[in-house]
């Protein structure tokens, strides 16, 4: 039987080339290339222009390449912004020479691929790990990062944040979680980080799991290059807009995880709703480093409301 989701990527790369996006790949330094999704038409080509559209950068989690995460949103955006979706280093067609498996190591690359690619400034939009990146992104190019977006995700993944958000899983180490060796594996990451999981056949889980988690040596290391001593993290302050996109049942990182993000920064001082189309998104908007939360829910079909 042909993997489902090797034909998926196959037309999926059709499909945003009719949306206007093509991949490119970009020399970094020797030995290290990022793949890039990129607009048919970039920056460096429309620099002429006085209506160039906004750039948005994605940045994907662990499970997933860029283009498969972020599909969705690219389709649905890429008329209105300039969009770039990287592949992080041991992801998709990502590759590096280098020992370095740190979130700051991604952050420059993807930072320097922008920046080749004519981008000056951006918003980033970042899921989980890609989350962690995007932190050291706007930490260290604030230049580039006007603004940013963060969905399950943390400043940094501290050991006492590491340790107990496994403990609440059930699982011992992230690799265990995020590199499942078995269907059973699979099932179990996506269980964990999914609201009601439908009712899948163990076939599909069977496909992602040949297709999805190459380079497992170099991915566990970034995992282990992921955690960081509590007494050697200090928060940064960010000049950038930060917006905290949270899940009401995140099992991963909690609200209480999502509060205390938003605590480092000073006391929210104003709060306001906003509905749209059957979506309420509840913004506090602070000062300080500019963090705000958002607490984004769904009307379903049923009427009952639903938190994503």
Same mark, same amino acid.
């Given at each position: 039987?042909?993997?489902?989701?090797?034909?998926?990527?196959?037309?999926?790369?059709?499909?945003?080339?009719?949306?206007?996006?093509?991949?490119?790949?970009?020399?970094?330094?020797?030995?290290?290339?990022?793949?890039?999704?990129?607009?048919?038409?970039?920056?460096?080509?429309?620099?002429?222009?006085?209506?160039?559209?906004?750039?948005?950068?994605?940045?994907?989690?662990?499970?997933?390449?860029?283009?498969?995460?972020?599909?969705?949103?690219?389709?649905?955006?890429?008329?209105?912004?300039?969009?770039?979706?990287?592949?992080?280093?041991?992801?998709?067609?990502?590759?590096?020479?280098?020992?370095?498996?740190?979130?700051?190591?991604?952050? $420059?690359?993807?930072?320097?691929?922008?920046?080749?690619?004519?981008?000056?400034?951006?918003?980033?939009?970042?899921?989980?790990?890609?989350?962690?990146?995007?932190?050291?992104?706007? #930490?260290?190019?604030?230049?580039?990062? $006007?603004?940013?977006?963060?969905?399950?995700?943390?400043?940094?993944?501290?050991?006492?944040?590491?340790?107990?958000?496994?403990?609440?899983?059930?699982? $011992?180490?992230?690799?265990?979680?995020?590199?499942p060796e078995t269907v059973e594996g699979v099932k179990a990451m996506f269980d964990v980080g999914s609201y009601k999981l439908p009712n899948v056949p163990d076939w599909l889980f069977k496909h992602f799991l040949e297709v999805m988690f190459s380079n497992r040596k170099e991915r566990k290391e970034l995992l282990e290059a992921l955690v960081v001593c509590d007494k050697d993290f200090n928060?940064?302050?960010?000049? #950038?807009?930060?917006?905290?996109?949270?899940? #009401?049942?995140?099992?991963?990182?909690?609200? $209480?995880?999502?509060?205390?993000?938003?605590?480092?920064?000073?006391?929210?001082?104003?709060?306001?709703?906003?509905?749209?189309?059957?979506?309420?998104?509840?913004?506090?908007?602070?000062?300080?480093?500019?963090?705000?939360?958002?607490?984004?829910?769904?009307?379903?079909?049923? #009427?009952?409301?639903?938190?994503?």
């Amino acid at each position: 039987m042909v993997n489902i989701f090797t034909i998926h990527n196959t037309l999926l790369g059709f499909v945003m080339k009719l949306a206007g996006m093509r991949p490119q790949r970009v020399e970094i330094s020797p030995g290290t290339i990022i793949n890039f999704w990129v607009p048919t038409q970039t920056q460096t080509q429309t620099k002429t222009r006085t209506n160039l559209k906004k750039n948005v950068v994605f940045l994907h989690g662990f499970a997933g390449n860029g283009i498969f995460t972020w599909q969705l949103q690219v389709l649905a955006l890429a008329k209105k912004y300039s969009i770039y979706v990287p592949d992080f280093l041991f992801f998709g067609d990502s590759i590096t020479d280098r020992a370095d498996r740190s979130p700051e190591f991604q952050a $420059e690359c993807v930072a320097k691929g922008l920046k080749k690619l004519g981008v000056e400034t951006c918003t980033l939009v970042g899921l989980s790990y890609g989350g962690m990146v995007g932190f050291k992104m706007a #930490q260290l190019f604030p230049n580039l990062v $006007e603004s940013m977006v963060v969905s399950c995700s943390v400043m940094a993944l501290t050991e006492s944040v590491s340790s107990e958000s496994l403990r609440r899983i059930g699982f $011992e180490t992230w690799s265990d979680f995020l590199l499942p060796e078995t269907v059973e594996g699979v099932k179990a990451m996506f269980d964990v980080g999914s609201y009601k999981l439908p009712n899948v056949p163990d076939w599909l889980f069977k496909h992602f799991l040949e297709v999805m988690f190459s380079n497992r040596k170099e991915r566990k290391e970034l995992l282990e290059a992921l955690v960081v001593c509590d007494k050697d993290f200090n928060v940064p302050q960010y000049p #950038q807009r930060v917006g905290l996109l949270w899940g #009401q049942n995140d099992k991963i990182f909690n609200m $209480e995880t999502a509060s205390n993000l938003k605590n480092l920064g000073k006391h929210v001082y104003q709060r306001r709703s906003l509905t749209h189309r059957g979506v309420r998104i509840t913004v506090p908007a602070g000062l300080g480093p500019n963090v705000c939360a958002c607490d984004l829910q769904t009307r379903m079909p049923d #009427q009952e409301t639903r938190s994503v």
